[in-house]
């Protein structure tokens, strides 16, 4: 009997149509910090087996609606283009 791999990220089979990588030491350092960002409780090792995409989507901060609001249209910006112009 064959054992059916998951990814520990999107809990959704790993095959031959998503690309797949095997997690290292450094991988689980970075999903592990990014569990502790987003609140969520993943558990991963070494040896499991994660989809590339799923990966960099949960480790990337911009993709958590966490980090939604900070964005750069909402920043004050000083622009040249909308100050008063000076006469000298």
Do not use: W, Y
């Not at 059916?4 to 991988?27: T, Y």
């Not at 910090?33 to 090792?45: D, G, K, M």
């Not at 480790?59 to 283009?81: C, G, M, N, Y």
């Amino acid at each position: 009997m064959e054992t059916l791999l998951v990814c520990q990220l999107c809990q959704e089979p790993i095959d031959d149509h998503r690309p797949s990588d095997q997690v290292g030491g450094k991988g689980c350092q970075g999903i592990l910090a990014a569990c502790s960002i987003r609140s969520v409780e993943v558990t991963i090792t070494s040896e499991d087996f994660v989809h590339v995409l799923s990966r960099i989507n949960f480790t990337r901060p911009t993709s958590d609606k966490q980090f939604a609001d900070i964005s750069v249209e909402k920043h004050d910006k000083h622009l040249r283009s909308v100050a008063p112009n000076i006469d000298f």
